[in-house]
């Protein structure tokens, strides 16, 4: 299944809260973070959270901050920071690791991106902003 058929169930289950999981929650959950809490109508709740938590990268707080959305206060966090029982959809994103389980049966959809801060230019996490920002855009029926 693609993005776009995920994107078309996701939008039929109305979540109420979205969770969007990698490895370090450092650079791929951060920026969907940051850009679903930009575009999610209200009452929609957007959460990041890694396996093994680390920092979130400068470089995705900068290139958020290019398209208006602050993030400084964002940090890494692991899966049971989250409150686990109001989450309906989970979209983990990793690609070339494993990807972190979430602990309880929620509806699922893996959206693999590589991860820019292995590059660790900021065209590449220009990049993945983009393609989270074109994906995003579409679930939230924004621009």
Sequence with gaps: MNWQEDIKQIQAQQPKHVLFMCVQNSARSQLAEGIARSLAPAGVQVSSAGSKPAF??????????????????????????????????????????VCP??????AKYHWPL????????????????DELLARLKTLFKSG
């Design 56 to 97: 979130v990268r400068p470089q995705a707080i900068e290139v958020l901050r290019e398209i208006d959305i602050d993030a400084s206060t964002h940090s890494s966090k692991t899966v049971a920071d989250i409150d686990a029982s109001t989450v309906d959809v989970v979209i983990t994103l990793c690609a070339e690791e």
């Design 114 to 129: 590589t991860d820019p801060a292995k590059a660790g230019t900021l065209d590449a996490f220009r990049a993945t902003r």
């Design 101 to 106: 389980v979430f602990p309880r049966r929620v």
